[in-house]
């Protein structure tokens, strides 16, 4: 029994901030990484940002780097994006995923049923 909830979704106008967080139950993942995918219409699933299970070693797409932020809170098992100055590039169908290590997390074990992240132009 594993379930990842995302929340924080929404529409905003390009430039905007949102922050989605993604809850575990079912068992703790203190020593998992967790981190973000996202899926836009017509392309691949892309990594977006991961988090090690101290909660010290931190992973960025390219792409994101310097606008989106990823912590965790052990306790909670829960794991947070904060994403600012947002781009019409960046809508996409966000996933929470638990992985072994912030580089295998191509290897996520567990998968969130996503929240939509919509910014327009």
């Known amino acids: 029994q594993v379930q990842l909830v995302e929340s924080g979704g929404g529409l905003v106008q390009a430039g905007g901030s949102l922050r989605l967080s993604c809850a575990a139950s079912g068992r703790t993942f203190s020593f998992y990484a967790m981190g973000w995918f996202r899926q836009a219409p017509g392309k691949e699933r892309e990594f977006v940002a991961a988090i090690g299970w101290s909660g010290g070693a931190t992973d960025y797409a390219d792409s994101v780097k310097g606008r989106f932020t990823i912590s965790r809170d052990g306790a909670k098992n829960t794991v947070y994006l904060q994403m600012n100055s947002l781009k019409p590039e960046d809508t996409a169908l966000y996933y929470c995923?638990?992985?072994?290590?912030?580089?295998?997390?191509?290897?996520?074990?567990?998968w969130g049923r996503g929240t939509q992240v919509t910014v327009s132009s």
């Open positions: 995923a638990v992985g072994p290590s912030i580089a295998r997390m191509a290897s996520a074990s567990y």
